[in-house]
């Protein structure tokens, strides 16, 4: 009789579950398996032994669903048997996708191998079961349930092959594809074992049960606690999978992170050096191979000192000595600035900053070095602009004052030089200041040849230098000092041109003429001036006789610019006579000034500062107007006189606006340019070539130029044959002596006769008695002037005076 048996709903759902959950989870392995190549035969016997096992728990579980109200018994044997069938199939799966073998031949071959041992695990499943009956089978649905697992098979390795790509399973999309895949391999693999029970018919054995001898396997709760066992085995692993996907998501992060990091390394510019405790290198990237010339294997394993110049050995091995001992270094997290060593043995500066890592009670150092030797010749450069001059190389003014505070400190005695080149300016105005710039190189070249290892040579500007000669008496001093002239003073060959200098050289002696460096420069550019003043090419010691003169000095020169601006210099007039009327034709301007503090001060005195500091233009055009003014208002009042004259300095005689101040000041003041004459000294008409087209302009206008002090100077006839001249003033210092010395009477006579052969006029200077008007009345003098009629007068004293001789 056949028997009919029901199936128990929850536990048939729970065998589809288990079927989805196993194909779940062996998608998941299969995924795996392809990621983690170094794993991959870990998850093939765990795929095989999941996949296998969950397939043969669902057929199990659906086994027990059934109930045909009687008892059921299994084959031990049997059992494990189906369950060893189950794993095989499982296993060609998996191994025929971790072997990559995705052509359909392959995956036909191994659907067939697989198809088959699934309905082996089923029929020899069925076979395990002992009862009180027999099982007959329908044919054509055991060929649909083999045609299912085949299907099933191929799929199933489809969707192995498809999931076994890194990737597919690890986005939401790919999870719900995983899913819907694990749904329709459980379904079909459910599917074809409920139609294989179906295929079976079961009838009842009246005899007694055939039981095979040995354990039977009672079915009490078994299908629950395989289930159950099923279940857990698969959380087990999908929580495994969870885990080793994010240790290998972190792995792989902490892979990319090393590689990033040993990319940066070996990329960095500077050089990066690991090192252990003992200093033996451990890591030496690219930039260190390029920094140092050795190239890693050359330098991992060996000890730090072989990049290390011999000064440096002994501090490294002293200092990771004192490390091991205290675990401290003063360096540590610190930029130091050391020294290398090149493999082809040259040294470099570099920049060392050093960090510690600690791991497993070891040490282990890691050194970023840099090359900076661009950095410090830049930093050289920068000192060399702030503290060198660019010129001659020398230290300049800055460097100066900061060494020679330095030598104030540490020296009881120096000696302070400040050396000027003499006629240096001629030098650039007449070859240019490129042939300047030579003779100060060279100049500079001489001065230092003359002096010893320790004494100090600096450029101060232009062409001024100052020397420092440290603990140095006087009389070295000066034998250096002399030493330096007669070296300045030889010839220079510059481009072939023989060029001639001299120097001119102050000296202050410290402590006795200061203690600061300001005030020993100070003073020995005073003594230098000094020096230059007494004719150059000399050296002079600084006394406090020189200050004094450079006070008074600008003293007056401070009142002098005053005086100008306000009207402070006077003008007096000496008159200048018929030598046999002695009648009044004229007057000489004279400058004259009476200084609110100190007094009366010489023309001698003052005149030259004018000249030296350019008030002299301003000064002579004042004096200009001024005398031409007053000649108009006497001229005005009546007074019969021929002219006013005027002295013209080298400075003012040059000055490009010169014509158009004369020419203005005639204008003003309405003087006709005939009765104004302007003198000359010798030293306008040395330069020819400025002075005749001014005088001819002026000699063009009217105005009669006289030469003043003739016989004094660089007299030469040519001034006479080649200038147009209307005058000569022979010089009171022959007049004064011509009845003392025959040369003196000699010259005079020959001036008066040459003037007369020429047509020019004389007229003598500085004639203080009637014996010396007498002999030039004599030789024919027509002209004189001096104290003998009446020295300088105000403009209130000639008024007095034209007014007696006009009622004589």
């Known amino acids: 009789m056949e028997v009919v048996g029901e199936y128990n709903g929850w536990l048939v ?38 996949f296998g096992g969950g397939i043969w728990s669902m057929h199990f579980i659906a086994m027990l669903a059934y109930d045909m109200g009687m ?23 998996f191994f025929i996708i971790s072997k990559g073998l995705d052509k359909k031949v392959w995956r036909f071959t191994g659907a067939v191998l697989i198809a088959l041992s699934i309905v082996s695990m089923h029929y020899i499943g069925m076979d395990a079961m002992k009862m009180n009956a027999f099982i007959e089978y329908n044919p054509w649905l055991v060929a649909v349930s083999g045609g299912i697992a085949l299907a099933v098979s191929f799929v199933g390795l489809r969707l192995f092959s498809l999931y076994a790509q890194k990737g597919k399973v690890d986005d939401k999309k790919g999870q719900l594809k995983v899913w819907g895949s694990s749904i329709f391999m459980g379904m079909a693999i ?34 629950w606690m395989i289930a159950g066992g099923a279940l857990l085995t ?40 690991t090192a252990d405790e003992k200093g033996v290198v451990l890591a030496w990237n690219k930039s260190a191979e390029r920094t140092f010339g050795y190239m890693a294997d050359e330098m991992i394993g060996e000890p730090l000192t072989k990049v290390m110049p011999e000064q440096y050995r002994n501090a490294h091995q002293q200092g990771i000595e004192r490390f091991n001992r205290t675990k401290n270094a003063h360096v540590i997290g610190k930029s130091v600035e050391l020294e290398g060593l090149h493999k082809d043995g040259s040294t470099f500066p570099v920049e060392l900053s050093l960090s510690t890592v600690e791991d497993e009670g ?30 001659t190389h020398l230290p300049n003014r800055r460097a100066l004052y900061e060494h020679l505070t330095g030598f104030i400190q540490e020296h009881e005695s120096l000696a302070v030089m400040f050396l000027d080149f003499d006629r240096f300016k001629q030098i650039n105005d007449v070859y240019g200041h490129r042939m300047g710039d030579l003779l100060l190189n060279e100049g500079a070249e001489r001065v230092k040849s003359r002096l010893s290892a320790g004494d100090y040579l600096a450029r101060q500007s232009g062409d001024e230098f100052i020397i420092v000669l440290p603990d140095t008496s006087a009389k070295d001093t000066r034998k250096i000092a002399e030493s330096i002239i007669d070296e300045v003073a030889a010839s220079f060959t510059i481009e072939d041109r023989d060029l001639y200098i001299s120097g001119s050289i ?44 450079i006070t008074r000095k600008l003293q007056l020169e401070n009142g002098l610019r005053k005086a100008v601006e306000q009207e402070g210099i006077d003008v007096y007039y000496q008159p200048q006579l018929d030598v046999f009327s002695g009648k009044i034709i004229g007057f000489e301007a004279l400058a004259r000034w009476n200084h609110p503090d100190l007094g009366f001060i010489s023309p001698d005195e003052f005149i030259p500062l004018a000249e030296e500091t350019k008030l002299i233009v301003p000064l002579g055009e004042k004096i200009l107007l001024e005398a031409c003014r ?14 006013i004259s005027v002295n013209l300095s080298a400075i003012q005689f040059m000055d490009p606006t010169i014509i158009s101040t004369v020419e203005s000041v005639l204008r003003q003041t309405e003087v006709a340019p005939e009765h104004l004459e302007i003198e000359l000294t010798e030293s306008i008409v040395q330069d020819s070539v400025q002075a005749l087209p001014v005088m001819h302009r002026m000699k063009k206008m009217g105005i009669q130029l006289a030469l003043d002090d003739f016989g004094t100077g660089f007299s030469s006839l040519s001034y006479l044959k080649d200038f147009p001249l209307d005058t000569l003033k022979v010089d009171r210092s022959f007049i004064q002596t011509i009845h003392e010395n025959e040369k003196d009477r000699a010259v005079v006579d ?36 001096g104290y003998f009629f009446s020295k300088p007068l105000s403009k209130t004293e000639v008024s007095a005076l034209l007014t007696r001789s006009m009622a004589m």
């Open 13 to 50: 759902l729970l065998s589809v579950v288990v079927s989805i959950l196993s194909s779940y989870t062996a998608l998941q392995i299969v995924n795996r398996m392809a990621s983690v190549h170094r794993t991959r035969y870990k998850w093939l016997t765990l795929g095989s032994l999941t």
């Open 71 to 93: 008892p059921v018994v299994y084959d031990v044997a049997l059992v494990v048997l189906s369950i060893l069938a189950a794993v095989a199939s499982s296993f060609t799966a």
């Open 190 to 223: 459910s599917g074809m074992h409920y139609t294989g029970m179906e295929s079976a018919a079961f009838y009842m054995d009246g005899s007694s049960p055939s039981l095979t001898s040995g354990p039977v396997v009672e079915p009490t709760m078994l299908g």
């Open 234 to 273: 698969i959380g087990f692993l999908i929580v495994l999978i969870k885990f080793d996907t994010e240790m290998e998501t972190t792995n792989t992060r902490l892979d990319v992170a090393n590689q990033m990091y040993r990319s940066i390394l070996e990329s960095a510019n500077d050089a990066v050096v």
């Open 362 to 391: 070891r040490t282990y150092f890691t050194g970023i070095i840099r090359d900076i030797t661009e950095r410090v010749k830049n930093e050289e450069r920068i000192r060399e602009l702030v503290y060198k001059d660019d010129l």
């Open 506 to 549: 102050g000296i202050s002696l410290y402590p006795n003429d200061g203690t600061t460096p300001d005030l020993l420069i100070k003073r020995a550019d005073t003594s230098m001036y000094q020096a230059k003043q007494n004719g150059g090419s000399q050296y002079c010691f600084y006394t406090e006789e020189m200050d004094q003169h």
């Open 630 to 643: 007053q000649f108009r208002q006497w001229m005005d009042e009546g007074h019969d006189l021929e002219r």
């Open 750 to 785: 020959t001036v008066i006769q040459l003037a007369d052969r020429l047509g020019l006029s004389v007229i003598a200077e500085g004639v203080e008695t009637e014996a010396q008007l007498d002999y030039l009345r004599s030789r024919g003098c027509v002209e004189y002037q």
